[in-house]
């Protein structure tokens, strides 16, 4: 089975960001990147999955990534984020291992070659589209420091609506939809 290690193409030698003339529709990921990934903020970028089936939604970013910053080796991510989290994924006939790691819900960690890694925010899947690229647009900024969490808990966008108000006073769905946590991982050994 091939590896990235293999795989030809200095990292961090495509900047871009994926702006309105990138490929859209359910297989593409929702990516936009620092244009210059230079490493000088919190944030290299983020990305907006469509739910929270990471076997499902990994491939489609690691293909994408590898497109326009070279090989992905590893991606590192909170297990409370995700419904599963499965040890490794395939793309291309490449195998990307998947860790996982007590920080942020909303970041992944991505790594390639020549011990390069970025920093992606991910955004909860059901936030409201406005609020998603302010939120995505702010953490690809160049020499952005400001926290996930602050990110996603930014003001609404002027002119967008905030969901009504259900019976009781609550809302019928949070802003932004929080990714809910898994229930505790059973005992190793047995």
Known sequence: MATDRA???PLFKTPGLLGPTAPTGPGVPRLVLDPSLSHTGMFDGAWWP???RLERELPALVAVLRR???PILHVGVERSAW???PGRVTVDGRVVRVNCFSSSTHTIGVGGGHQDHFLLLV???HTHPA???TAMASAARRGNSTSAARLLAAPVPTGVRRPERAA???RSTPWPQPLPPLPPMPPLGG
């Open 168 to 170: 009781g006073g609550s």
């Open 68 to 70: 326009r910053v070279g």
């Open 123 to 125: 955004v909860p899947p």
């Open 83 to 85: 419904g599963d989290v």
């Open 50 to 52: 469509r739910s929270r």
């Open 131 to 133: 609020l998603a690229r």
């Open 7 to 9: 795989f030809e193409h």
